[in-house]
């Protein structure tokens, strides 16, 4: 299409400023990650060795970005006809994981998840319920918004609308049938209809994305797709994949052919017509995705991602009219695999969707993106009530560890988010980063995670019996804590002098100089030093790590309170300082009591103070050095 016909077609679309004015473009850039990519301008050496498994071609192979430095992901967004469900924001999330290891790993990150706010279910939907369908649009796009809020996704780079972007697609459909890829539907007097076909058969490349070419092979993940969807030999319905309903026209020249463009329906409103050279009508569903990844990523589209059903007929098709016209298609192909229940997939049309809501009225939202994430992408994920339990378990050990680890390290001790955000993918144990590189093995990351925990909660456990003999440490927290920053000063420069040795051996040479300088200072309170500086790193490590999952608890969207540094509870999102301290010395008193009694050995009055406690949410845990409290 030139130039001139593009923009004589765009005064049509500003006739219906009074509805679409807020549609038009896409949503404002989001500077995604801002402390993040500024915080990481160089790759870290573990970028060269990622791997991710490419769909289109059955390999896990190195991540070789186009251009140096950066990477470019679109990422299938929404059909917002109506509220997410658990099955819609695994996607979301799965990806979020992906783009987050790829900030960490050093790259910046232009990532692009649209919005298809213009479809048949949302026009059908729409006039049913008595709505304007640009306004029902706008509703469920704002609770998928939310829903991605509440459940931690990075809101993306740019976020573009199908509405927003009807010239790009008839540009690309003119470019199509100007290339002999694509043809117009006329009616008996030879005027065009609106309906706009790509011809398969003028692509022999058909198929390569879903390896439905007689000589391939299917490896287990294209079988299980295959299995539960159709290849592009069938049609009719089909209750696992999505389709087009214009893709069923009888006017098209083969089965195969699929809709660029199609004719309004005669309950169809004004406001949902465009007005074109191929007739008016309103774009196809693939048509939306081969435009805006082209218009945002045009020269370093790396990675498409999206669900495993819309592997075909979703992006095949995409796949393929965008190369027909001439562009470069994504250089990856990552389809994360389905929710299941009972073994089913989950989905609204199905009757066995569950509303994000409806979820979140139970479980928290820590909790419920842990379930969501807590699998590699490709793996397919059965909800049930266990994994719901299983990641509240999770919760609890992770939380307590960094609450614990906080309080024992002391006031200003708990790593800032800036800290946080500095720990490079070299930082991180090798066993989590090897995991991340191995196609975002998130199982093998996780349990890296509870490693570090571990060890992390027997420096916590030795710590409490040294500080409990009060003839090993004379000196009190302040004394203590100063000594630990004097002791870690120590330590890196010994780093800093031996960087081609262990650890231990680096330790051992600090702790002989450490107490050269400070004599008056005992052995074991060196150890204990050692054991605190340890402990903080472990901690840091950790929460580096969830962070990288989009889970550190101390984070927001899961702490919204600043309680980075105090050593307090992480769950800081209820509470504020003052509240924290009325209740903690409210509790403190009963734990006196409960403790005068346990003394008195009366054992009686002190279980009922502990089950009073108890069924106030509040838990209590005796250590050597005295007992603690938290809230469940």
Not at 88 to 111: C, E, N, P, S
Not at 275 to 289: D, N, Q, V
Not at 358 to 368: H, I, K, R, T
Request: proline share 5%; aromatic share 8%; charged share 25%.
């Amino acid at each position: 299409m030139s130039v001139s016909t593009a923009n004589a077609i765009r005064p049509s679309l500003s006739a219906k400023a009074h509805i679409l004015e807020a549609m038009e473009n896409a949503k404002k850039p989001q500077d995604s990650n801002l402390s993040e990519s500024a915080l990481q301008p160089v790759l870290a050496q573990a970028a060269t060795g990622l791997k991710l498994y490419d769909t289109a071609t059955h390999e896990t192979s190195p991540f070789t970005p186009i251009v140096p430095g950066k990477a470019g992901i679109y990422v299938c967004g929404a059909t917002v006809q109506s509220s997410p469900h658990i099955g819609h924001i695994r996607a979301a999330v799965a990806f979020d994981v992906v783009r987050r290891w790829l900030v960490k790993l050093g790259y910046d990150v232009t990532f692009i998840r649209n919005v298809t706010d213009i479809d048949d279910k949302i026009l059908d939907k729409a006039a049913t319920a008595g709505q304007q369908w640009w306004a029902r649009a706008y509703h469920y796009e704002r609770e998928f918004s939310h829903a991605y809020d509440t459940l931690g996704v990075l809101p993306p780079t740019y976020e573009p609308r199908a509405t927003g972007h009807i010239g790009d697609m008839i540009d690309l459909i003119e470019r199509l049938i100007e290339r002999g890829h694509a043809y117009v539907i006329t009616d008996k007097d030879g005027k065009p209809t609106g309906n706009v076909f790509f011809d398969v058969s003028s692509w022999p490349h058909y198929g390569e994305l879903t390896h439905q070419k007689p000589s391939q092979q299917n490896d287990s993940a294209a079988e299980v797709a295959d299995k539960m969807g159709p290849s592009i030999d069938q049609s009719g319905d089909d209750k696992y994949n999505p389709a087009d309903p214009a893709d069923y026209l009888p006017d098209k020249r083969s089965p195969r052919d699929f809709a660029l463009w199609k004719a309004p329906k005669e309950s169809d409103p004004e406001t949902a017509r465009w007005s074109t050279p191929f007739g008016t009508g309103r774009p196809g569903w693939h048509i939306e995705c081969s435009a805006m990844s082209h218009r945002y990523l045009d020269s370093m589209f790396d990675i498409h991602g999206g669900g495993l059903d819309l592997r075909f007929p979703h992006h095949e098709n995409e796949m393929a009219q965008t190369r027909a016209a001439g562009y470069e298609s994504a250089n990856i192909w990552m389809h994360s695999a389905w929710v299941t229940a009972k073994g089913e997939k989950m989905s609204k049309s199905l009757g066995n969707g569950l509303s994000v809501p409806s979820v979140l009225a139970q479980n928290s939202a820590w909790v419920v993106r842990y379930a969501l994430g807590g699998v590699q992408y490709r793996s397919m994920l059965e909800w049930s009530d266990q994994t719901l339990t299983e990641a509240q378990s999770a919760y609890e050990r992770i939380s307590h560890f960094i609450a614990n680890a906080g309080e024992m390290l002391g006031p200003g001790e708990q790593p800032s988010r800036d800290e946080v955000l500095a720990v490079t993918a070299d930082d991180l144990p090798s066993d989590f980063t090897d995991a991340m590189n191995d196609d975002i093995n998130v199982s093998g990351a996780t349990a890296a995670i509870f490693t570090t925990i571990r060890q992390g909660n027997s420096l916590i456990a030795g710590l409490e019996s040294a500080q409990a003999n009060a003839e090993v440490n004379p000196f009190d927290e302040a004394e203590m804590a100063a000594l630990t920053n004097e002791y870690r000063n120590t330590l890196n420069e010994a780093n800093d002098r031996y960087a081609d040795i262990s650890r231990k051996a680096v330790q051992e040479d600090a702790k002989a100089r450490f107490a050269l300088t400070h004599s008056n200072v005992p052995a074991d309170v060196i150890d204990m030093l050692t054991a605190r500086v340890n402990l903080h790193e472990l901690l840091l490590s950790t929460r580096a790590m969830l962070d990288t999952l989009g889970l550190d608890p101390l984070a927001k969207p899961w702490n919204s309170e600043d309680t980075e540094g105090t050593g307090k509870s992480t769950k800081g999102s209820v509470d504020t300082e003052a509240e924290h301290r009325l209740l903690d010395s409210m509790i403190q008193h009963q734990l006196e009591a409960r403790n005068a009694a346990r003394k008195a050995k009366n054992f009686e009055v002190a279980d009922k103070i502990r089950d009073s406690l108890s069924e106030m949410g509040v838990t209590i845990e005796d250590k050597p050095s005295g007992s603690t409290w938290s809230l469940r």
